[in-house]
């Protein structure tokens, strides 16, 4: 597995939506290297045949009853807001569109 | 705009689509929590720590959801997976409210299956579903300044009411061989989707308000020579319009996404694979953010759900629960109805089959019925720009109505009026008739007393009539007609006229 | 008079039940001492003491009238900054949620207000719980106050910090990857994470879904288990929770007290040993496993082969989670914004000063590990790793009913100065991240003071998944005979802490 480079952090921060500086992407990308060869060992040790295991205690079918409980008032909703209007949280200009 | 024609485009190549469809489900509540999934509320007030993705908050799968998406699974022919899975689809977007979405992946709970759409010409066109998987809708942008759109706006305003609504999102294979009849198919598609959620129930099928939408794929590849076969000939690369949001928004939106890569391919230009948006007021399409490199979503398993896992018996009940498909179901009615091709297809594309039909259940003719809802009231929903349903008229009001006229106590032109007072919110048919006094005046002192007044003020008539011509009766019927306001039954009316002239009918 | 910040949960239970001390009065006693030395521990971001205190004199009123109270009622406790409060700011130690006030409790939150205890405070922590050592908190470290130049573990260092130095008797921990054991460790007191799902995570801001559990941090077993009792439970908000009923951990405790542990099998992890291990550590560890011998155990040897591959592992697992779960700090709906003309410049320049170099760096590590090409060699890989974990576990615990093992390999170091290495700080985490990708329970509790430093060392105990009651048994078993020794607890060892004037 080859190491990561400072372009790819630079990229992965872009997908994070962290912005970096030049001295940012300096000081972290050693650093990431460093322990993305240390973690990358992990391929090596398990065969096709072990399973995953992405939940420590197996259980399944944990559904709950459609039914409605109490939703926030308007106001505690937006009270923690950096900014709020027309009852709506309010964002800077939208560039992109998504899914 | 393009210049090609759809039909020209067509002609020169040979269409391969694919179609996502996005099904609102009308549970009480949310997705993973207990908010009221409900349209049209106060901005922000259908909103919990859950859908507002808050630190700390954690979701849990509504079961009414689980079930909807595999009665529609077990609908389109799907196969129900033992073992699924939910998994985060990471993105930011200010209207996704934990910048991810849940959703299924690599083991969505339905899988593999078919359906069969039948045209209006009766032909029947079988589409391969690769999958229906559960997921969660996110919050709505409104934009501020600038023309509204997205372009231009100074800032925009987010509501979560619809963050965490649940959808079933229905992905189909690649479909092939439809040729020029690709619009129509994937409008009957579209359709039959539509038809089946409502039949089952789990959604109101409502495309006006985003209840049912449908993200169209096409791409075009040259047809195959003479002898060679069509599936050796490798996909184009494909174009894929976003929401696109009525059935006659998807036939266009085919139309024009045909006629835009055949401009382009003819000029020997590359048809960018990229999303579009569809424009409904200028009916054509324009190209999404143009993305420098593929979108990453880092898919993994959701670590705060744990796998659903339904009873092989489960399954089967769910099975035994489900409705006709509804091609089935129209064919059948069709022939119990005695409708014409005509009317059929009119009832169907103007949404009415299911009033009609409720019509029939509370007693109307279907010919009646369709009168009704078809006629008049198609008239009304257009001019108010509504749609049937949405009109303050029950398919019981139309049976009650039409009970009226069979009883003699109003006629068509009372009808008419019965239902005018309905539709303004004057209540049921009868309690219109009711209070406006409408009924027909069947008391005989009453008409004997208004065609007396009538050949009173007319004896020249009367003298016609005695003498014999008794079509001049005619004018005695106009004026007692209009001295009751049009109230009074004309045959009877007649018939007292002669009465009184001394002369046998 | 007696100075009640030294009793024990237990103590105060039964003084306010003979009438010997208000809450009122326990609680005063604790928000005095926070008072006069946490400028210098830095345990808490916030300190509560009005609501406190209304509690406090609520469940006085209410033991006055004769009513039935829960039996925590009216002892004061420490709530970890990673647990949202209404009413309290909010933090998980980043400068993103400064100032935050959410609109809801967590379940954990809610339990204790429904048992009545006073809540002092939110505790210091590292940043979204990324660290071992507390200094990586967005608002200055926390020191230990057994040594005020070291760090006091992490990440819920502030917790454990503030049962060390008698500011509280009880506190909320949370552990990932041994962030309520290896504080513990450092600071001389017992810590315990529950089987996964044990405890409702509703209201506890994630760090890693599938490895956090929160859990008891005290002085005394038995002070822990009274709280992990209160704690755990069933939560519907909570599809990962057990739906079980509540270990019988007191029971336990009281149980172990007893001294008996004949046909217990304790067994020691071959591979949590040896190289790395300080010598005062092993030593300490040693000593502890010959009281268990004392008191009727059976000492065997285990292998966990596995664990050569934990660290690795988690710290794929971890920051994958993480980078989803860390996410929604986007300056849409609450916490910090820098605007920077559109969104999504606003969400990048917002994030940039909002988050600190460690969670920078475990947001790019998760991201890279789940990106297209590399899931597989990455998360898929430390997925079954994982896998591998459990078998191990499965096996060790066919031969022996609890698994031990220093739970740090070292006391305690200096603040500073493991800062820029990463690799050597996750060190810390080795012998308690299996137990978290296992999903078993885990308890640290004092074994002594390293001859070498003077500073404290823990004993670690693991159990079966739901066998939560086994470590109360054996820990206060062990408690039990250490103290014999020491003649108290190992906190009222600690070198007094100067009150501020």
Not at chain 2, 190 to 214: C, H
Request: hydrophobic share 40%.
């Amino acid at each position: 597995m080859s190491s990561l480079e400072r372009s790819d952090v630079e990229r992965l921060a872009a997908l994070a939506r962290i912005d970096m500086t030049d001295e940012d992407l300096d000081r972290l990308s050693g650093q990431l290297a460093a322990i993305v060869d240390s973690v990358a060992k992990v391929a090596e040790v398990a065969g096709q045949d072990v399973p995953a295991t992405s939940h420590p205690i197996p259980m399944s079918n944990v559904h709950r009853p459609d039914e409605v409980r109490p939703s926030l008032t308007q106001e505690a909703a937006l009270a923690g807001a950096p900014e709020a209007e027309e009852g709506r949280f309010r964002v800077p200009q939208i560039l992109g569109e998504e899914a | 705009m393009s210049n090609m024609t759809y039909d020209s485009a067509m002609e020169q190549f040979d269409p391969v689509f694919g179609i996502e469809v996005h099904v609102e489900l009308n549970t009480k509540t949310k997705m993973f929590c207990g908010c009221a999934n409900e349209f049209g509320a106060e901005p922000n007030t259908q909103v919990c720590p859950v859908c507002l993705g808050l630190p700390g908050s954690m979701p849990v799968v509504n079961d009414k959801a689980v079930e909807s998406a595999i009665r529609l699974g077990l609908s389109l022919g799907c196969d129900i997976r033992e073992s699924s899975r939910f998994a985060r689809k990471n993105y930011f977007y200010p209207d996704l409210a934990k910048d991810y979405q849940i959703s299924q992946y690599d083991e969505p709970t339905c899988f593999e299956g078919s359906l069969d759409v039948v045209l209006d010409d009766g032909e029947v066109f079988t589409i391969g579903i690769e999958r229906a998987h559960m997921e969660e809708d996110a919050g709505k942008n409104t934009h501020v300044g600038g023309t509204g759109g997205i372009q231009g706006a100074s800032h925009s305003l987010v509501d979560y009411n619809r963050g965490g609504v649940p959808l079933v999102e229905i992905v189909t294979h690649p479909i092939k061989g439809a040729g020029a009849r690709t619009a129509e198919v994937a409008r009957a598609y579209v359709a039959t989707i539509r038809d089946i959620v409502k039949a089952l129930g789990i959604s109101d099928g409502r495309m006006e308000q985003g209840s049912v939408r449908a993200d169209v794929n096409l791409s075009l590849r040259p047809k195959a020579a003479p002898g060679e076969d069509q599936d050796v000939v490798p996909f184009g690369k494909r174009s894929e319009t976003k929401n696109v949001n009525s059935l006659r928004a998807i036939e266009r939106a085919i139309h024009h996404e045909a006629g835009r890569q055949a401009d382009l391919l003819l000029a020997g230009k590359p048809v960018v694979q990229e999303t579009r948006h569809w424009h409904e007021d200028t009916n054509s399409t324009t190209p999404g953010r143009s993305k420098e490199e593929a979108e990453d979503y880092r898919y993994f398993p959701e670590p705060d759900l744990l796998p659903v896992e339904p009873s092989r018996e489960w399954v089967e009940e769910l099975r035994g629960t489900l409705p006709e498909h509804p091609a089935k179901m129209r064919a059948r009615l069709k022939e119990d109805w005695n409708f014409s091709d005509m009317e059929m297809r009119d009832a169907v594309n103007a949404d009415a089959l299911d009033l009609i039909l409720a019509s029939v259940d509370a007693g109307a003719t279907p010919q009646a019925a369709r009168k009704w809802w078809m006629g008049e009231l198609a008239r009304t929903a257009n001019d108010r720009e509504v749609s049937l349903c949405d009109l303050p008229v029950t398919p019981g009001h139309i049976a009650e109505l039409q009970s009226l006229i069979d009883d003699g106590k109003i006629n068509d032109k009372l009808a008419r009026q019965a239902l005018e007072g309905v539709l303004a919110g004057e209540g049921s048919p009868a309690q219109v008739v009711e209070s406006r006094g409408l009924e027909v005046v069947s008391d005989d002192s009453a008409l004997e007393a208004a065609v007396d007044e009538a050949l009173a003020a007319q004896p020249d008539v009367l003298a016609k009539i005695q003498d014999g011509k008794v079509q001049a009766a005619g004018a005695i019927v106009g004026a007692v007609m209009k001295a009751t306001r049009g109230q009074a039954d004309a045959g009877r009316v007649r018939e007292i006229i002669l009465q009184r002239a001394g002369v046998e009918g | 008079m007696t100075d009640w910040t030294r009793a024990s949960a237990a103590q105060m239970i039964a003084a306010m039940k003979a009438g010997e001390v208000t809450s009122v009065e326990l609680t005063q006693a604790h928000l005095d001492r926070i008072a006069d030395v946490d400028g210098a521990v830095h345990a808490f971001l916030h300190v509560n003491g009005e609501e406190a205190l209304e509690v406090a004199r609520g469940v006085d009123a209410a033991r006055e009238a004769g009513e039935d109270l829960p039996e925590l009622a009216g002892v004061p406790i420490a709530v970890k900054d990673i647990l949202v409060t209404q009413g309290m700011p909010t933090t998980a130690g980043s400068k993103i949620l400064e100032g935050w006030e959410p609109p809801y409790d967590a379940t954990v939150t809610r339990k204790l207000r429904e048992a009545r205890m006073p809540i002092l405070g939110k505790t210091n922590m590292d940043e979204f719980a990324m660290g071992s050592s507390t200094e990586h908190s967005g608002y200055g470290p926390t020191h230990n106050p057994w040594d005020l130049e070291r760090i006091p573990g992490g990440s819920g260092g502030g917790s454990s910090a503030s049962i060390a130095s008698w500011e509280a008797p009880l506190a909320i921990g949370s552990d990932t990857g041994g962030s309520i054991r290896q504080p513990a460790s450092v600071t001389g007191t017992v810590g315990v994470k529950p089987t996964y799902g044990g405890v409702s995570r509703y209201g506890a801001i994630a760090l890693a879904s599938s490895l956090d559990q929160l859990g008891p941090c005290a002085r005394t077993v038995e002070d822990a288990a009274l709280l992990h009792e209160v704690m755990g439970g069933h939560d519907p908000m909570d599809a990962t929770s057990l739906n079980e009923p509540v270990p019988s951990c007191v029971a336990a405790a009281r149980e172990g007290r007893e001294g008996d542990l004949t046909g217990v099998r304790v067994g020691v992890i071959k591979e949590l040993s040896g190289e790395g291990y300080q010598a005062g550590v092993e030593q300490r560890f040693n000593e502890s496993l010959e009281k268990l011998k004392g008191l009727g155990a059976e000492i065997v040897e285990v292998s966990c082969p596995s664990f050569e591959y934990a660290l690795a592992a988690y710290y794929l697992i971890l920051p994958s989670e993480a980078s989803s779960n860390l996410a929604k700090f986007d300056s849409v709906r609450f916490g910090m914004r820098v605007e920077k003309g559109n969104v999504e410049r606003t969400m990048g320049a917002t994030r940039a000063e909002g988050f600190g170099d460690e969670v920078k760096r475990r947001i790019i590590l998760g991201t890279y590990a789940l990106s297209a090409g590399y899931y597989d060699a990455y998360y898929g890989s430390a997925q079954k790793v994982r896998t591998l974990i459990q078998r191990d576990f499965e096996a060790a615990f066919e031969k022996a009913d609890v698994l031990v093992s220093p739970t740090t390999p070292t006391t305690p170091f200096k603040i500073g100065e493991r800062i820029d290495d990463p690799l050597a700080m996750y060190l810390n985490d080795v012998a308690t991240i299996p137990a978290n990708l296992a999903g078993i329970p885990g308890m640290s509790l004092p074994s002594g003071i390293a001859p070498e430093d003077g500073l404290p060392t823990g004993f670690q105990i693991l159990a079966p998944a739901h066998e939560d009651a086994r470590m109360y048994r054996i820990g206060a078993a062990l408690e039990k005979a250490l103290a014999a020794e020491w003649g108290g607890t190992l906190s009222s060892q600690a070198p007094e802490l100067e009150v501020a004037k």
